[in-house]
Nanobody, 122 residues
Framework: QVQLVESGGGLVQAGGSLRLSCAAS????????IGWFRQAPGKEREFVAG????????YYADSVKGRFIISRDAAKNTVYLQMNSLKPEDTAVYYC???????????????WGQGTQVTVSS
């Protein structure tokens, strides 16, 4: 069982930056793909970014490419989502997720965090 706890959400102005953290615990994550999803008001939950625990094969939704960076610190059992050049359209609840499997895409999470709110004002 994997426990995921997100933090770092908040209110920022358009064009600003924010870094989300996902602290993982419970078992080794070496066989997992870790990533982020988000759910905006009135929208379905959508994939944002994912990365193998090894750090290989980071990938992103088209909507965030060039603006967001996913990374992980194995020593801290933490995955980060650095969000730059934020837009009001990025406003959503962001969820950390863990996917046990060999293919990085499509990501089908087995575990979810509780979510952290990100609000981008215009």
């Amino acid at each position: 069982q994997v426990q995921l706890v997100e933090s770092g959400g908040g209110l920022v102005q358009a064009g600003g930056s924010l870094r989300l953290s996902c602290a993982a615990s419970g078992r080794t994550l070496s066989s997992y793909i870790i990533g982020w999803f988000r759910q905006a008001p009135g929208k379905e939950r959508e994939f944002v970014a994912g990365i193998r625990w090894s750090g290989r094969n980071p990938y992103y939704a088209d909507s965030v490419k060039g603006r967001f960076i996913i990374s992980r610190d194995a020593a801290k059992n933490t995955v980060y989502l650095q969000m730059n050049s934020l837009k009001p359209e990025d406003t959503a609840v962001y969820y950390c997720a863990a996917d046990y499997g060999g293919f990085i895409a499509p990501m089908t999470p087995d575990y979810w965090g509780q979510g952290t709110q990100v609000t981008v004002s215009s």
